[in-house]
Structure formats: structure tokens, C-alpha cells
T-cell receptor, first 116, second 116 residues
């Protein structure tokens, strides 16, 4: 059974800092790794999706890397801003029990606070 | 551009009552799913559907029913509400649920449900 863990559970940084959020997964047979952002009282917004054949993906100030062999992904946020404050979740897509469909397993998230 | 729409946003029920959480998407997505989000547990998959007329169980299906009569709608039914079902429920959709597609999931804003 796939298990996804995110460290740290919470992080508080001053504005302008570069930071790294960590995600680890137990089953390396993943098809992709997805990073989401969740604002309070809202749903999840997809940030980046890294396919199993890729090593990293970038979008603006965000860069996500994937190392399947070690079961790890990191989300790097450059020059953090107060507007980046949110919960960040990672999710690993694996095969849903012998079908051609995938199943997402989520980590518990990292609560990020960026203070001015 | 509505995306994934969930209703209601908030609901309070008494133990034993039944209700239906509504989910609709306007993106012609094949795959739809329901998650519940609980503190310390992350998001857990309840049920999913890979197309109209096709549904399957996720990780925590007990106490919930689903059906998919149209591509757009995927309601979640609580037959006899229990306090353990107090949670935030999210509906999500993607173009296809096939793991080879590498399509991100789109989430609604959630339904906050309290069972007294």
C-alpha cells in the first residue's frame, strides 16, 4: 500500500526566502507525482505534475523534482511571498488494482506561512 | 468557466439522517471522484467513476453510495449519517482517470459536513 509523507508539517519563513518542501513515498512504481496548493476553506489547486519519466518541472517561481528510486520529491519555492502562504500537498499516482486507471495517494500536507 | 461545482458548501445533519452531496463539472471530464479530508488523515478516496454508468470503491467507501448517470454529475449519498462522517468532502475530476494520461485533477471547493 502506497504511503506518502510530507515533512515538515508546518513551516514559517520571512518573505524573500527560498524554501524546500519534502515529499516521500513508499512505492516507487508511481506514474506521476502531483503537487497541490490548498487555501483555507478552499479546494485543491494543481501546481505541478511530474511524470514518472521526468526529473523535474518548473512553473514560475516553483520547481518540483522527482527521484523515483529514492522515493522522494521536493517542491522548491524561490523568493517566497506572503501570498504563497497556504497548505501544500503532494500526491502519488499508482495503479488502481490491476486496472488501467490510477489512484492518487495524498500526503498530509505542509502548512506554509510567509510573513512580511 | 465553472470547473467543478459542489453544493451545498455547509451542512449540519442529525445522526441517522440521509442526504446527497452534489458535484457537477462542465469540462466533459471522464473521471470523477470523491474524497474526504480529515485532520491528521489527509485526503482519502471514497468512490470514483471512470465514465457514465461506471463506478468503483476507493479506500473508505462504507456508508456512502454513488451513481453516475451523466458525464457531468457525480452525487455522493449518505444513507444514514453517523458522527464519524463529519468531514470536509471534495469532488474532483480529470479528463481521464487512466494513469498513462498524466492529466491533473481539478477540485471543487468542498462541502463541510457536521453530523450531530
Amino acid at each position: 500500500k502506497q504511503e506518502v509523507t510530507q515533512i515538515p508539517a508546518a513551516l514559517s519563513v520571512p518573505e524573500g526566502e527560498n524554501l524546500v518542501l519534502n515529499c516521500s513515498f513508499t512505492d516507487s512504481a508511481i506514474y506521476n507525482l502531483q503537487w497541490f496548493r490548498q487555501d483555507p476553506g478552499k479546494g485543491l489547486t494543481s501546481l505541478l505534475l511530474i511524470q514518472s519519466s521526468q526529473r523535474e518541472q518548473t512553473s514560475g517561481r516553483l520547481n518540483a523534482s522527482l527521484d523515483k528510486s529514492s522515493g522522494r520529491s521536493t517542491l522548491y519555492i524561490a523568493a517566497s511571498q506572503p501570498g504563497d502562504s497556504a497548505t501544500y500537498l503532494c500526491a502519488a499516482l499508482t495503479n488502481a488494482g490491476g486496472t488501467s486507471y490510477g489512484k492518487l495517494t495524498f500526503g498530509q500536507g505542509t502548512i506554509l506561512t510567509v510573513h512580511p | 468557466n465553472a470547473g467543478v461545482t459542489q453544493t451545498p458548501k455547509f451542512q449540519v445533519l442529525k445522526t441517522g439522517q440521509s442526504m446527497t452531496l452534489q458535484c457537477a463539472q462542465d469540462m466533459n471530464h471522464e473521471y470523477m471522484s470523491w474524497y474526504r479530508q480529515d485532520p491528521g488523515m489527509g485526503l482519502r478516496l471514497i468512490h470514483y467513476s471512470v465514465g457514465a454508468g461506471i463506478t468503483d470503491q476507493g479506500e473508505v467507501p462504507n456508508g456512502y453510495n454513488v451513481s453516475r448517470s451523466t458525464t457531468e454529475d457525480f452525487p455522493l449519498r449518505l444513507l444514514s449519517a453517523a458522527p464519524s462522517q463529519t468531514s470536509v468532502y471534495f469532488c474532483a475530476s480529470s479528463l481521464t482517470g487512466k494513469y498513462s494520461s498524466n492529466q491533473p485533477q481539478h477540485f471543487g471547493d468542498g462541502t463541510r459536513l457536521s453530523i450531530l
